[in-house]
Protein backbone atom coordinates (compact mmCIF):
# COMPACT_ATOMS: atom_id res chain seq x y z
CA UNK A 1 0.00 0.00 0.00
CA UNK A 2 0.53 3.89 -0.55
CA UNK A 3 -0.61 6.55 1.52
CA UNK A 4 -0.41 9.84 -0.39
CA UNK A 5 -1.67 13.51 1.41
CA UNK A 6 -1.93 16.43 -0.79
CA UNK A 7 -1.34 19.88 0.25
CA UNK A 8 -0.56 23.29 -0.89
CA UNK A 9 -3.84 24.48 -2.13
CA UNK A 10 -5.62 27.62 -1.43
CA UNK A 11 -7.20 30.71 -3.06
CA UNK A 12 -5.38 32.38 -5.70
CA UNK A 13 -6.27 35.37 -7.93
CA UNK A 14 -5.78 34.51 -11.75
CA UNK A 15 -2.52 34.48 -13.29
CA UNK A 16 -1.37 33.85 -9.71
CA UNK A 17 0.79 31.00 -8.37
CA UNK A 18 0.50 27.96 -6.23
CA UNK A 19 2.65 25.00 -5.38
CA UNK A 20 0.99 21.57 -4.43
CA UNK A 21 2.82 18.72 -2.61
CA UNK A 22 1.95 14.97 -2.07
CA UNK A 23 3.75 13.27 0.42
CA UNK A 24 3.85 9.74 0.57
CA UNK A 25 4.13 6.82 2.53
CA UNK A 26 4.49 3.26 2.48
CA UNK A 27 6.10 1.51 -0.21
CA UNK A 28 9.33 2.23 -1.59
CA UNK A 29 8.22 6.00 -3.37
CA UNK A 30 11.46 5.61 -6.36
CA UNK A 31 9.73 2.52 -7.43
CA UNK A 32 6.21 4.37 -9.07
CA UNK A 33 5.40 7.11 -11.25
CA UNK A 34 3.49 10.03 -10.07
CA UNK A 35 0.41 11.75 -11.50
CA UNK A 36 -1.65 14.48 -10.98
CA UNK A 37 -5.17 14.63 -11.97
CA UNK A 38 -7.86 17.54 -11.07
CA UNK A 39 -11.58 17.48 -11.09
CA UNK A 40 -13.62 20.46 -11.09
CA UNK A 41 -17.54 20.86 -9.96
CA UNK A 42 -20.16 18.76 -12.06
CA UNK A 43 -16.83 17.78 -14.21
CA UNK A 44 -14.71 14.21 -14.26
CA UNK A 45 -11.29 14.03 -13.19
CA UNK A 46 -8.70 14.85 -15.72
CA UNK A 47 -5.28 13.93 -15.98
CA UNK A 48 -2.66 17.27 -15.05
CA UNK A 49 0.58 15.47 -15.46
CA UNK A 50 2.61 12.75 -14.26
CA UNK A 51 6.56 11.91 -13.80
CA UNK A 52 8.47 8.70 -13.96
CA UNK A 53 10.30 7.16 -10.75
CA UNK A 54 13.32 8.84 -11.89
CA UNK A 55 12.22 12.37 -12.36
CA UNK A 56 13.76 12.34 -15.76
CA UNK A 57 10.42 11.79 -17.99
CA UNK A 58 7.26 13.75 -17.22
CA UNK A 59 3.87 14.40 -19.36
CA UNK A 60 1.80 16.97 -19.25
CA UNK A 61 -2.01 17.67 -20.67
CA UNK A 62 -1.96 20.55 -23.27
CA UNK A 63 -3.42 23.28 -21.06
CA UNK A 64 -1.28 22.36 -18.38
CA UNK A 65 2.65 22.76 -20.51
CA UNK A 66 4.44 26.21 -20.39
CA UNK A 67 2.32 26.77 -16.90
CA UNK A 68 2.62 24.11 -14.85
CA UNK A 69 5.74 22.08 -13.46
CA UNK A 70 5.86 18.59 -12.15
CA UNK A 71 9.02 17.46 -10.24
CA UNK A 72 9.56 15.26 -7.27
CA UNK A 73 12.47 14.52 -4.22
CA UNK A 74 12.67 10.81 -3.67
CA UNK A 75 14.99 11.53 -0.86
CA UNK A 76 11.73 13.16 1.01
CA UNK A 77 8.79 11.21 -0.93
CA UNK A 78 7.15 13.95 -1.84
CA UNK A 79 5.84 15.03 -5.63
CA UNK A 80 5.16 18.71 -6.54
CA UNK A 81 3.08 20.78 -9.06
CA UNK A 82 3.98 24.04 -9.33
CA UNK A 83 1.46 25.98 -11.49
CA UNK A 84 1.78 29.41 -13.03
CA UNK A 85 -0.20 31.79 -14.43
CA UNK A 86 -3.48 30.56 -12.70
CA UNK A 87 -6.64 30.69 -14.65
CA UNK A 88 -10.21 30.24 -13.05
CA UNK A 89 -10.50 27.16 -15.41
CA UNK A 90 -7.64 25.50 -13.20
CA UNK A 91 -10.07 25.83 -10.14
CA UNK A 92 -10.51 21.75 -9.07
CA UNK A 93 -9.61 19.44 -6.14
CA UNK A 94 -6.42 18.43 -7.21
CA UNK A 95 -5.12 14.57 -6.43
CA UNK A 96 -2.17 12.66 -6.45
CA UNK A 97 -1.65 9.21 -7.61
CA UNK A 98 0.93 6.36 -7.83
CA UNK A 99 1.30 3.45 -10.37
CA UNK A 100 4.26 1.55 -11.47
CA UNK A 101 5.22 2.84 -14.93
CA UNK A 102 4.75 6.26 -16.85
CA UNK A 103 0.96 7.05 -17.87
CA UNK A 104 -2.13 9.19 -17.64
CA UNK A 105 -4.50 6.56 -16.22
CA UNK A 106 -4.91 3.13 -14.51
CA UNK A 107 -3.79 4.40 -10.92
CA UNK A 108 -3.70 2.55 -8.40
CA UNK A 109 -3.01 4.43 -5.29
CA UNK A 110 -4.87 8.02 -4.53
CA UNK A 111 -4.67 11.10 -2.08
CA UNK A 112 -7.75 12.45 -0.43
CA UNK A 113 -7.10 15.97 -2.72
CA UNK A 114 -6.33 19.40 -2.58
CA UNK A 115 -9.13 22.06 -3.08
CA UNK A 116 -7.39 24.59 -5.61
CA UNK A 117 -9.95 28.17 -6.31
CA UNK A 118 -8.35 30.73 -9.02
CA UNK A 119 -10.63 33.72 -8.87
CA UNK A 120 -11.30 36.37 -11.69
Known amino acids: QVQLVESGGGLVQAGGSLRLSCAAS????????MGWFRQAPGKEREFVAV????????LYRDSAKGRFTISRDNAKNTVYLQMNRLKPEDTADYYC?????????????WGQGTQVTVSS
Open 51 to 58: INWSGRNT
Open 26 to 33: GRTFSNYA
Open 97 to 109: AARVGLATTNYDY
